[in-house]
């Protein structure tokens, strides 16, 4: 029934679908309460099953796990909490054997403090590996600037017996590396290109719109130098045709993207834009200042973007990652309707021109998570709720908005079975497992036919099988609509119609005379009427003239 691809073909990638593992929840093994590579091995045919092409797998290199591997140590070792490079080399090769790719997620932009680099940086000004991060001098009282870091406090950290600060845009342990310099460029492509002779078919490449930095203009992402960077960097480390690369760009907008994911393959293959996710943020506030998601908006963005890229560069399509809420929890409902309306959520996303990114446990419908305050462990949590509360918030206001938003709703371990700790580890997890995992589980989903499980394995099928998923061009429909998300795709005489309904309501539809021929390629309700859609039904019919 599956249709591996052939990725000796050309851009691939345009009609394939990846799932992000984030290891450390994924499965243990060894009984320590962490994810491992093992873990990663016993469920490939699960992955195979749901038929994906590829695992963006988040870092496993060495890393004091400051920031859950998002601080690397050593870009060209396994972090032995994860396993071995034996390890990793039997997950490459026996995901390859059954037609999945595996990209590796690349932190570009700083590294740990505790790399070799930066330990060396530290020892004197005039040490080789000084200028690989950032560094201006200082009196330790007034740092440089008042650039704050993105988990809180300033950018800038002082070095007392260097007279120096060095530059974070992340946490204290997670030093900027400083890419003016060659010499570091060069051993990043070294780097990057020992994964590529293990196999590794492809990278994610971590807030990569960021490496340009010119902290004395204050410059964060799109930095002057980012393109010839990046034009670099593709030419150096991703020569191969068929590597992917995607890269974070929370800066990206339709313009920039259509630079960064160029057909000509210069810079990058796509990249993760993130407007669409921010649009339940109060304008001016940061991402824990919730406002509702207005439909309209929610379809005027995607529009933007299918159309903007459309034939000039290429969309991933995702909602959920490993730094952000569950998405039935956020636009959908994880109550009553949470089937149907992460059905829902998926038929929308993964109608359009893109490639989809499932991140792990969302093919479950997995659901945010409430936990008191000291039970979570992601640093940007913790840093908000001790910055709010020093600066006056209501505690209670604060743990609202880490329910709504924190990244750990995102990292509770994979929910696997109904047995002890939902079948993930059987020592003590390192984050607690979802108590609903007694209903919400892989085990369960797979024995149900109806299971969201099996709607994702049929998404993912259509795609290869209709041609009008990679190529259709883009038409939204009612763009005022408060409830129905509805459009359609054309590639020639191949047509296909998606209609969503956003809420718990029965929503009035008016179908498009040209579509009403169409069968149905997919539905989350059985035959029904669809001028009059269903609490959170969705559809997607198809054509040919
Ligand atoms: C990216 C990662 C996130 C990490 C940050 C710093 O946004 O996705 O998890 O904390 O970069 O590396």
Redesign the pocket.
């Known amino acids: 029934m599956r249709k591996a691809l052939d990725k000796t073909q050309r851009g691939w990638w345009k009609q394939a679908v990846f799932y992000q593992i984030y290891p450390k929840s994924f499965q243990d093994t060894d009984g320590d309460g962490l994810g491992d590579l093992a873990g990663i091995l016993q469920h490939l045919d699960y992955l195979e099953t749901l038929g994906i092409d590829g695992i963006w797998l988040s870092p496993v290199f060495a890393s004091p796990q400051a ?2 591997g ?2 690397i140590s050593d870009y060209c070792a396994i972090d032995p909490l994860f396993g071995s490079m034996e390890d990793m080399e039997t997950l490459i090769r026996e995901a390859k054997k059954r037609g999945i790719s595996i990209i590796m997620d690349l ?1 570009l ?2 590294s740990s403090d505790e790399h070799f680099w930066f330990r060396e940086a530290l020892k004197s000004r005039d040490n080789p590996y000084h200028d690989y991060y950032v560094w201006r001098d200082g009196d330790g009282i007034t740092p440089p600037n008042d650039m704050r870091a ?2 809180g406090g300033s950018a800038w950290t002082f070095v007392p017996h260097l007279g120096q600060y060095y530059f974070h845009q ?1 946490a204290v342990k ?1 030093p900027d590396l400083n890419w003016e310099n060659e010499s570091l460029r060069r051993e990043l492509y070294r780097a990057i290109r020992f994964w590529v002779d293990k196999g590794v078919e492809g990278f994610r490449l ?2 990569i719109d960021q490496i340009a930095k010119e902290p004395d203009r204050k410059i964060t992402a799109n930095g002057p130098r980012l393109h010839e960077y990046l034009r670099e960097l593709s030419r150096e480390a991703f020569r191969e045709e068929g590597l992917v690369t995607v890269g ?1 760009t ?1 800066s990206a907008n339709v313009p920039r993207a259509q630079v960064f994911s160029a057909p000509d393959g210069s810079e990058m293959s796509m990249v993760f834009q993130f407007e669409h996710i921010c649009l339940d943020q109060k304008p001016g506030g940061e991402k824990w200042d919730v406002m509702p998601l207005e439909l309209p908006k929610l379809k005027e963005c995607f529009c933007r973007w299918q159309q903007g890229l459309h034939e000039t560069g290429w969309n991933s399509l995702f909602f959920d ?3 952000l809420p569950r998405i039935v929890s956020r636009w959908g409902d994880d109550g009553e309707y949470r089937e149907l309306s992460a059905k829902m959520l998926a038929t929308m996303l993964h109608g359009m021109q893109g490639t989809p990114y499932i991140y792990q446990g969302e093919e479950l419908g997995m659901t945010n998570i409430r936990l008191p305050i000291e039970q979570y462990d992601d640093l ?1 949590i913790k840093n908000l709720y001790r910055e709010r509360v020093e600066q006056g918030y209501d505690p209670q206001d604060v743990m609202e908005s880490i329910w709504k938003r924190g ?1 750990d709703n995102a990292r509770t371990p994979m929910q696997w079975s109904g047995d002890k700790n939902a079948g993930f580890t059987q020592g003590t997890p390192w984050l607690p497992v979802n108590p609903n995992y007694e209903t919400i589980n892989a085990q369960a989903a797979l024995k149900d036919p109806d299971s969201v499980f099996y709607y994702y394995q049929k998404l993912i099928s259509l795609r290869k099988t209709y041609p009008v998923f990679r190529d259709g061009d883009f038409r939204l429909l009612c763009p005022e609509d408060s409830r129905v998300f509805a459009y359609t795709r054309e590639s020639g005489c191949r047509h296909m119609l998606v209609a969503c309904n956003f809420t718990k309501e029965s929503a009035a539809f008016s179908v498009p005379e040209a579509c009403r021929d169409g069968r149905v390629l997919i539905s989350n309700y059985p035959q029904g009427d669809m001028e009059q859609l269903r609490p959170y039904e969705a559809k997607i019919l198809y054509w040919e003239t």
């Open positions: 920031d859950n998002y601080d932190v932009n700083h993105t988990f992340f997670q971590d807030v974070e929370w990652n490993h730094d940007e990244r």
